[in-house]
């Protein structure tokens, strides 16, 4: 709920969310997600999936501008640049069913980087992974987030990955779902 809450698909019955002092009213550019299930589109090559989020930003006219291929261009490099990141860039035209698990994960992270949310939102991204593949993972959220300095909200079960990767941690208790401790 509150993960929802922030990402503005739902609305609060009580209060505001704020995101950079601003209000949350629906969702918009400024959040980004990760969820648990990768949420790759299986037509679409790596590059395609992670290009999504500007091709559904801009107005279908726009294909008809003089300056749509510089456009479309732009939004290429970026997303080479986020794949560089999440050391996926060698896999642009390949097809989510041709990647393991987290190599799915890196491409629907660099999707979420290449629309440069000021939050990134992720809900257990790393829950499916096999041990190594989650170290590695950790890893890298670690460095783009001390790189970027997005703020990052992750929901976790696992105590050791907030550990490792929380500056602040919220412990909540379930139903009616509410903040049981804080950790700084």
């Known amino acids: 709920t509150l993960f929802n809450l922030i990402l503005g698909s739902i609305e609060p019955t009580e209060g505001e969310v704020l995101v950079g002092g601003q209000p949350v009213v629906g969702t918009g550019p400024d959040r980004g997600i990760v969820y648990q299930r990768y949420g790759l589109f299986p037509h679409l090559t790596v590059l395609e999936n992670v290009m999504l989020g500007s091709t559904i930003r801009q107005p279908a006219l726009a294909r008809f501008m003089p300056s749509y291929a510089k456009v479309r261009a732009a939004d290429a490099e970026r997303a080479v640049y986020y794949l560089e990141r999440v050391r996926m860039a060698d896999a642009v035209d390949k097809y989510p069913h041709e990647l393991s698990g987290?190599?799915?994960?890196?491409?629907?992270?660099?999707r979420c980087?290449?629309?440069?949310?000021?939050?990134?939102?992720?809900?257990?991204?790393?829950?499916?992974?096999?041990?190594?593949?989650?170290?590695?993972?950790?890893?890298?959220?670690?460095?783009?987030?001390?790189?970027?300095?997005?703020?990052?909200?992750?929901?976790?079960?696992?105590?050791?990955?907030?550990?490792l990767l929380g500056e602040r941690l919220l412990v909540m208790a379930p139903r009616p779902g509410r903040i049981h401790k804080e950790y700084r």
């Not at 987290?102 to 660099?110: E, Y």
């Not at 992720?122 to 790189?147: C, F, H, I, N, Y």
């Open 102 to 110: 987290g190599m799915q994960q890196r491409v629907a992270l660099a």
């Open 113 to 163: 980087l290449a629309n440069e949310p000021d939050v990134i939102l992720m809900d257990e991204p790393l829950g499916a992974l096999d041990a190594l593949t989650r170290e590695k993972m950790q890893s890298l959220v670690l460095d783009l987030w001390k790189e970027t300095g997005k703020t990052i909200i992750l929901i976790t079960h696992s105590v050791e990955e907030a550990l």
